[in-house]
């Protein structure tokens, strides 16, 4: 493996910024629930969505920055979805 290929370089920083977004997204989800169980555990107002808001918006955030916004209506989607639906007119 080259590791002056602009390339790989590139595939590099996407596996990095890959793996920070799926470790932010478990972090999120186990810290979520322990937060849920500590607000149903003590007496008083259910104040966790607030957490789950303004952190969830931070997930989404780095979600759109890593996938970005047109991610699962891009160029290619459009082309998985032509090809898909043209395989479903050749079942019939």
Do not use: C
């Amino acid at each position: 493996m080259d590791n002056t290929d602009p390339h790989y370089l590139q595939a590099r920083r996407r596996v990095k910024s890959l793996k920070g977004f799926y470790i932010h997204l478990v972090l999120f989800v186990l810290v979520m629930a322990f937060l849920v169980i500590l607000n149903g555990m003590t007496a008083g107002p259910w104040w966790v969505q607030w957490v789950f808001l303004g952190w969830g918006i931070g997930i989404v955030a780095h979600g759109v920055a890593v996938f970005g916004v047109a991610g699962w209506l891009g160029s290619d989607w459009e082309e998985r979805k032509i090809k898909e639906l043209m395989g479903r007119k050749s079942e019939r």
